[in-house]
């Protein structure tokens, strides 16, 4: 037997596994709750969303305030990053290519580089980072002043009033911000192609363009706005449920970056390999 007041080993080992076992099961628990309210959330909103539209009664004039306002705050940004981007994309592959003797794919591989992954990327880390951090905060501060449970009892629906404009802003800025980043991912590829890897500019377009087909832009802008609309309904769901003060807000804000850009990639991880599945690369 073991001394007064002191707990065998199995007994210790049995009271960490099974604490252990009830913090997975509640994360497992609060983390499918969490996705259900982000699927109610979109839901609700497509249909008054839609509904709006029909009865001609869509917040146009907040949903272009809301869209302007993204494009204030992720446009510069967008540049910045698409520069580097495409200098990358093109240095490296331009290298690896070089050492193989098919300098004229350079501009193919770069082009689809930015194209297919780059741009899509950075447009949703831009709204996820920018865009939703703003969004968050917003609707946070104004859940935390209970002026969204003010709008309920007044019986105005927040879903309506606050969360639709927002996600059909960022609908209409995500493939605006992906066409952006893509003229300038492209364009500063090609400059460092023909500047710095001797490329001649005419058999850059020509494999460019023998291998980037009309489909490899649809997908782009396609997959842009998936990951907005992502990226927004999480922000509305973090700020709408924000509660705690300031503090509250702030941890909200925290979350739907964090959640938004871990869920674009897993989102385009599945998305890529559906799309090289059924549209591989080939010659246009």
């Known amino acids: 037997m073991s001394p007064k007041g002191v707990n065998p080993p199995n007994s210790a080992w049995a009271t960490a596994a099974d604490a252990l076992r009830r913090n997975f099961a509640e994360t497992v628990l609060s983390s499918v709750a969490t996705l259900g309210r982000a699927v109610r959330i979109a839901a609700d909103a497509i249909r008054i969303g839609i509904a709006d539209a029909v009865g001609r009664r869509f917040q146009l004039h907040e949903t272009l305030s809301q869209a302007w306002f993204l494009i204030r705050v992720t446009g510069v940004p967008a540049i910045l990053m698409a520069v580097p981007f495409g200098v990358i994309v093109s240095a490296q592959v331009g290298n690896i290519v070089s050492q193989l003797g098919a300098d004229s794919m350079i501009g193919a591989a770069g082009g689809l580089g930015v194209i297919k992954q780059g741009a899509p990327l950075a447009t949703a880390m831009l709204l996820g980072g920018a865009g939703a951090a703003a969004i968050a905060a917003d609707l946070g501060a104004r859940t935390v002043r209970e002026e969204v449970d003010a709008m309920r009892v007044m019986g105005i629906d927040p879903i309506q009033r606050l969360v639709v404009p927002r996600i059909a802003a960022m609908m ?18 090609f400059a460092v192609a ?16 023998s291998f980037t087909t009309p489909v490899d832009v649809w997908v782009s802008l396609i997959k842009s706005v998936l990951f907005g609309f992502l990226v927004v309904v999480i922000a509305c769901q973090r700020g709408l449920e924000a509660k705690g003060g300031p503090r509250g807000v702030a941890d909200g804000v925290n979350a739907a970056v964090v959640m938004s850009i871990a869920a674009v990639v897993v989102l385009n991880t ?8 059924f549209l591989p690369v080939r010659m246009a």
Do not use: E
Request: avoid cysteine; glycine fraction near 10%.
């Open 194 to 209: 023909v500047v710095a890897l001797d490329v001649t500019p005419g058999s850059y377009w020509q494999s460019f363009g």
């Open 270 to 277: 599945a998305v890529t390999q559906v799309v090289t599945m």
């Open 172 to 189: 209409l800025v995500a493939p605006l911000l992906n066409i952006l980043v893509i003229f300038v991912g492209v364009a500063s590829g």
